[in-house]
Antibody
């Protein structure tokens, strides 16, 4: 079973960028699709987009299309999510989730990374 | 943009049955997934492809689909089932995903 371990908490200023990593271990990373999901304080889950590392294919939610970049390094089995032009409302816990690349379901999740946008 | 609709809350007594619905226009052609999330924890997949239960998930959890609505049923609810539940599916093109707004189950 794949396990996902994310990078640590970040505090960023408005207008800056953040890059969160998600390292997979214990399974076949290349058969996975990795989604990024965020959760603002007290709110629900929000799907940001997905990358299929083996093919380098990305799909982004319309809301984040112009601000997010998802990438992956198959040699280190690590996925990355970079969000640019940060706003106060981007303060949230960011999760990576993994599952079979042919479907959207996420059967394994990272522990979450708290990103705080503050001046 | 595509949306999935869930009731904000469901309240149930221990031992009773909780039913959580999720409605969306593309659900007849796209698979649905359900997640349980407890405070301070990452979500856990409890149902996939509408009605398939992952290993390790108790049998009291079941899923069904009818038209534009999918339903997660928890039979014989236990106190430990108190959590937020989110459905997830894809838009009609199958290229973008979305989560429902979530349902808080109170036992």
């Amino acid at each position: 079973q794949v396990q996902l371990v994310q990078s640590g908490a970040e505090v960023k200023k408005p207008g800056s960028s953040v890059k969160v990593s998600c390292k997979a271990s214990g399974g076949t990373f290349n058969t996975y699709g990795v989604s990024w999901v965020r959760q603002a304080p007290g709110q629900g889950l929000e799907w940001m987009g997905r990358i299929i590392p083996n093919f380098g294919i990305t799909k982004y939610a319309e809301k984040f299309q112009d601000r997010v970049t998802m990438s992956a390094d198959t040699s280190t089995t690590t996925a990355f999510m970079q969000l640019n032009s940060l706003r106060y409302e981007d303060t949230a816990v960011y999760y990576c989730g993994g599952g079979n690349w042919q479907q959207f379901g996420l059967d394994v999740w990272g522990q979450g990374t708290t990103v705080t946008v503050s001046s | 943009s595509y949306e999935l609709t869930q009731p904000p809350s469901v309240s149930v007594s221990p031992g009773q049955t909780a039913r959580i619905t999720c409605s969306g226009d593309a659900l007849p052609k796209q698979d649905a997934y359900w997640y349980q999330q407890k405070p301070g924890q990452a979500p856990v997949l409890v149902m996939y492809k509408d009605s398939e239960r992952p290993s390790g998930i108790p049998e009291r959890f079941s899923g069904s689909s009818s038209g534009t609505t999918v339903t997660l049923t928890i039979s014989g609810v236990q106190a430990e089932d108190e959590a937020d539940y989110f459905c997830q599916s894809a838009d009609s093109s199958g290229t973008l995903s979305v989560f429902g707004s979530g349902t808080k189950v109170t036992v």
